[in-house]
Structures are given as C-alpha cells and as structure tokens.
C-alpha cells in the first residue's frame, strides 16, 4: 500500500488542524492505520493507531483529549484531527500502515509496513 499525507501547515498556539493520509490499493481496509510525528533534531514518535474497523483507537498520552484518528475505508483515507495545538506539537508528521493492530508494540517504528511522506506542522506560540 502506497501512503501520502497531506493537510500540515502553519497555526497558531489554541488552533486545529487537519491531517489526511491517502492510501492507494484495494487492502487499505485489511491495515491498521497509525500517526507518527518526528520534530527537528528529535527521533521519531508514536501518535496514535487506529484498528483496521476503525472501531480501536489508542493515543499517545502526550495527545490524547486533544487529537482524534479515524478512517474513512470507502475513501481509502486516514485522518488526524488536533485541536487545542501547541508549539510543541510543531514536527512533520507521518502516516503508516500495519498489518495487525494488536500484534507488536504501537510505539515501535518496526511494526510498521508502509510508511508515507511527511507533512509539516508548525505551531506558532
């Protein structure tokens, strides 16, 4: 599966923003789905998951109440709504698939198959 996300750019501190990832072929629905962000001169780190029903989420303590994943498997897309954002949320963020939702750390970058570009979010304070 083919991953691209989209959606990032520039907000205030307090603002929302958006995020898609578009998968391309017919097994996005077989995936669980998950959100990593990696800030500049920071390793890479879990976001969230999402099961492949969309009916599991699990976050991140360090978004929880404030973002929510969900999915869209007619549209083959993923999404990351945050809210309440601040700057140190500013990084790229990174889509990527996984084949199971409960076989292998969420956290861990390796359990993960697929992964698409960045897309830059910055929070301004």
């Known amino acids: 599966v083919q991953l691209q996300a989209s959606g990032g750019g520039l907000v205030q501190a307090g603002g929302s923003l958006r995020l898609s990832c578009a998968a391309s072929?017919?097994?996005?629905?077989?995936?669980?789905m998950g959100w990593f962000r990696q800030a500049p001169g920071k390793e890479r780190e879990f976001v969230a998951v999402?099961?492949?029903?969309?009916?599991?989420?699990y976050y991140a303590d360090s978004v929880k109440g404030r973002s929510t994943i969900s999915r869209d498997n007619t549209k083959n897309t993923l999404y990351l709504q945050m809210n309440s954002l601040k700057p140190e949320d500013t990084a790229v963020y990174y889509c990527?698939?996984?084949?199971?939702?409960?076989?292998?750390?969420?956290?861990?970058?390796?359990?993960?198959?697929?992964w698409g570009q960045g897309t830059e979010v910055t929070v301004s304070s």
């Open positions: 999402i099961s492949w029903s969309g009916g599991s989420t």
């Open positions: 072929g017919r097994s996005f629905s077989t995936y669980a």
């Open positions: 990527a698939a996984r084949r199971s939702y409960y076989s292998g750390s969420y956290y861990y970058t390796g359990s993960y198959d697929y």
